[in-house]
């Protein structure tokens, strides 16, 4: 079992509807991160946290709003999505996000939530 | 943007064999790290190398890196049914201040028993 919790585990939405996606994390980690993974392709990055404030956004569309309420909890939240964006979407955690200088812990991620956009 | 790329891009062997699996990437990096991946789950870390390291063991895992090729190998010895996964590295650049990893396309192997 993995130490990072995301939940719900499937979700179905509609084109219109407003859903969010949360992620836990209790390892005292202060990086957190989202990660769209489409099929047979590898995980990319959309958002990351640090020190509950945004730090990366790669050019991630406006109907994906990420919030990090605190530093154990990271949601995303969605509207508007079109049928391209379901994916597995994964959250991540690691100690920090490090610097050249500094050793870079691993990240620790959920088991995802896979989301299906009709 | 993808830095690394596994090669191959499928691998089936018998369980028992040892599996090899390769990842070169383009930029100078900090740490290369290899992550294993179960269908429909999230990825697990498996090791991590330092681009100062040359080769690192853990268990069955043995990875090493060669910084002047810009590549890497992870060996997984005597392997098992339970090894069936998909495998990517994920290389952390220099230059980006913020931990950003990049994955490669990953290797999907299947061991069979």
């Known amino acids: 079992d993995t130490e990072v919790t995301q939940t719900p585990k499937h979700l179905v939405m509609g084109m219109t509807n407003k859903k969010s996606l949360k992620c836990e994390q209790h390892m005292g980690h202060r990086a957190m991160y989202w990660y769209k993974q489409k099929a047979k392709k590898p995980p990319e990055l959309m958002f990351v946290?640090?020190?509950?404030?945004?730090?990366i956004n790669e050019s991630v569309p406006s109907r994906f709003s990420p919030e990090c309420p605190n530093s154990s909890l990271l949601n995303l939240h969605l509207h508007a999505l079109q049928p391209e964006d379901s994916a597995l979407y994964l959250c991540?955690?690691?100690?920090?996000?490090?610097?050249?200088?500094?050793?870079?812990?691993?990240?620790?991620f959920g088991n995802g939530t896979r989301l299906t956009v009709t | 943007s993808q830095q690394g790329e596994e090669d191959p891009q499928a691998l089936s062997i018998q369980e028992g064999e040892n599996a090899t699996m390769n990842c070169s990437y383009k930029t100078s990096i900090n740490n290369l790290q290899w992550y294993r991946q179960n269908s429909g789950r999230g990825l697990v870390h498996l090791i991590l190398i330092r681009s100062n390291e040359r080769e690192k063991h853990s268990g069955r895992l043995r990875v090493t890196l060669d910084t002047s090729k810009k590549s890497s190998s992870l060996l997984i010895t005597a392997s098992r049914a339970a090894d069936t996964a998909s495998y990517f590295c994920a290389t952390k650049n220099y230059g980006g201040s913020q931990g950003n990893l990049i994955f490669g396309k990953g290797t999907k192997l299947s061991v069979k028993p």
């Open positions: 991540a955690s690691s100690q920090d996000t490090g610097s050249d200088r500094v050793y870079n812990s691993p990240l620790h």
């Open positions: 946290y640090s020190y509950e404030k945004l730090s």
